[in-house]
């Protein structure tokens, strides 16, 4: 179909819920999207200059077709959307890993001697489930530390079937199970207690559970039961313990989850941390790959987050704390209340320890993305925003930056830097005295390094083989066009210019084409400072050599017209002693072994005539 038969069937929609897939030539399902109004939503996709972000730019482009699906709520839509996009995993969608890397915990309670088993979905077979875990590693970490907390056996052995036919194995022996498998060992009354306590803890209840257990033991201390009153003290510090591992029980065992989105220049992440009473139990931390990043608004990440994290979830914090609102929450706090049979509450604190709180997860997401991001795709990313200023198909890897310097007429210079893949190339860096001027002027000064530069460019000088694919000039729209004009002169007239504006703090600010546009840069902190580098870069290197070749020239001027004394003595004695000070108060015979006898008579006699008249 073509664009505006897309516009014309998303015009005749009807303002009602529901569904649209958005499919390429294929048929293949490359976006899916919930609506409360579809015909407003869907019509907004094919509309012209519709300010659309480059994710969304890149899939409309894409679709051929859409299809739709009608229904009743807002709450059929957001279930609806969450199973195709999981059936459909579509390429424009946020992702989030599949069920096999969330697996849960099961507990079959229709047998006598229920055992936890790890699995990978959740099933309606009347069994409990506990999860799901963040990996298979940290689901069986669960299971152990549960059963080792409470002393249920985790071996093999099936009950009742398998009671007193073998001696009991390693883990009775060291503290880790009760025994259950002894004819004379806990009955199947206090097994069904021990699991009753686990399911507690797989429920997040473990407070509750050792407060109880707490006023056993004492009860059991004053009946003078020291025996059970030690085994409970010890079963309370193992679950106590059992608390403090987050990695263990992170994620089902919170009555608060916080949720942090930081969108990256390359990637965007989200990470969710478990508080229970006010403690931090672990965290998750998901990053999604380049594709998904162009999603830069926080409530649109969320919106296409939360609706996979929570879903499937059999257990549900009371409370979720969010950094911003987003269209669909109210509906989505009533839908997690009406699956879990709890209230679930979803805030978004402004201040405050609960604001602390949003802040801490924001940083846990911003750290993974920065952790996983390399300096590579940062850089790639960076070029790439770069080259779309310069008007560039492709993003800029050589980089030529100029910069004049002097103090008046004397000592006029200009430095040349490159940068390739966005980073100092110093081998190529160049260094030019400026030789045509009697005067100071920084537009023909730098037309004539320029000149001179791509001059030598087209004669084949190995030293400025190098084309560039932007040059970027430290000044304003003046020095551009003035660069644009030498160039013009020598034929060149595809390489891109651009002028480095500082502020009046003498720091980069924009960037100006030879026309007079200026281009913004600070909303790219990244490529903001990678300009900033670059001018630095140039700068320095500018005024490190004016310096040199101004000093070079006051020490040279101290010994002019001193008899025998040409340009290589000069040189010759300034490497020798270092300084016109050490040369003046050398003695001749110090001089000698420099410059010939008579040249250091006369370089002596130099500096001490007031001494000799």
């Known amino acids: 179909m073509t664009r505006d038969e897309l516009r014309q069937k998303a015009n005749d929609l009807p303002l009602a ?39 969304t730019r890149a899939m409309v482009s894409q679709v051929d077709h859409f299809d739709t699906i009608f229904v009743s709520s807002e709450f059929e839509a957001l279930i609806l959307e969450n199973s195709l996009i999981k059936r459909h995993q579509p390429r424009y969608n946020i992702l989030l890993k599949d069920d096999k890397g969330y697996p849960f915990v099961r507990l079959d309670t229709g047998v006598s001697y229920p055992r936890f088993t790890l699995v990978s979905k959740a099933a309606d077979d009347g069994a409990k489930y506990f999860g799901p875990f963040g990996g298979r590693h940290e689901t069986r970490l669960a299971i152990d530390a549960v059963c080792g907390a409470l002393k249920l056996p985790t071996c093999s052995r099936r009950f009742p079937r398998d009671i007193g036919k073998e001696r009991p194995c390693l883990n009775h022996h060291i503290g880790r199970c009760d025994g259950f498998c002894r004819p004379d060992g806990p009955d199947q009354v206090e097994y069904r207690q021990r699991i009753d306590q686990a399911v507690r803890i797989f429920s997040g209840k473990y407070r509750q559970l050792t407060g109880e257990l707490q006023q056993q033991m004492e009860n059991a201390a004053e009946a003078l039961e020291f025996e059970k009153a030690a085994a409970l003290r010890d079963r309370i510090r193992a679950i106590s313990m059992l608390g403090k591992q987050q990695q263990v029980i992170a994620g089902v065992c919170a009555d608060t989850d916080v949720w942090g989105v930081y969108p990256g220049q390359v990637r965007c992440g989200c990470a969710v941390l478990h508080i229970e009473s006010g403690n931090l139990l672990g965290r998750e931390v998901e990053v999604f790959p380049s594709s998904a990043a162009d999603t830069a608004h926080e409530g649109q990440i969320l919106s296409a987050v939360l609706s996979q994290y929570y879903l499937d979830k059999l257990v549900l914090p009371a409370e979720i704390l969010l950094p911003v609102d987003w269209e669909d929450m109210d509906t989505f706090a009533a839908l997690l209340s009406e699956r879990c049979g709890h209230k679930v509450t979803l805030r978004i604190p402004q201040r405050g320890e609960k604001a602390d709180l949003l802040r801490m997860a924001r940083r846990n997401a911003r750290e993974e993305v920065e952790r996983i991001t390399s300096d590579a795709e940062r850089i790639s990313k960076t070029l790439c925003e770069l080259g779309k200023l310069a008007g560039l198909e492709a993003p800029p890897r050589r980089l030529e930056s100029y910069d004049i310097s002097n103090t008046g007429r004397d000592d006029m210079v200009a430095s040349m830097v490159v940068f390739v893949d966005g980073k100092p190339l110093k081998r190529d860096y160049r260094r030019f005295q400026i030789k045509t001027l009697s005067a100071p002027d920084d537009y023909a000064a730098m037309q004539e390094v320029l000149s001179r530069r791509f001059r030598r460019y087209l004669d084949g000088d190995e030293k400025f083989a190098q084309k560039p694919d932007l040059l970027l000039i430290d000044g304003g729209e003046t020095h551009a066009r003035a660069v644009r004009q030498a160039l013009a002169e020598l034929g060149i007239f595809d390489i891109p210019i651009l002028g480095m504006v500082k502020d009046d703090r003498h720091r980069t600010r924009a960037l100006m084409t030879p026309e007079g546009q200026e281009l913004g840069i600070q909303q790219s902190p990244p490529l903001f400072a990678l300009i900033g580098r670059i001018q630095e870069e140039v700068h320095r290197f500018a005024i490190t050599y004016h310096h040199e070749k101004h000093t070079r020239s006051a020490y040279a001027s101290r010994l002019d017209g001193i008899p025998g004394i040409g340009e290589v003595r000069k040189a010759a004695l300034l490497k020798h002693f270092g300084s016109i000070k050490a040369i003046r108060q050398a003695s ?7 410059v010939p006898k008579s040249a250091a008579l006369a370089v002596y006699d130099h500096f001490h005539k007031e001494e000799t008249t």
Do not use: C, W
Request: net charge positive; proline share 2%.
């Open 17 to 55: 819920p529901g569904v649209y897939l958005m499919m390429d030539k294929t048929g293949r399902v490359i976006y899916v999207g919930k609506a409360k109004k579809l015909k407003n939503r869907v019509s907004q996709y094919f509309q012209s200059g519709s300010g659309h972000n480059e994710k």
């Open 588 to 594: 001749v015979e110090e001089l000698s072994a420099v």
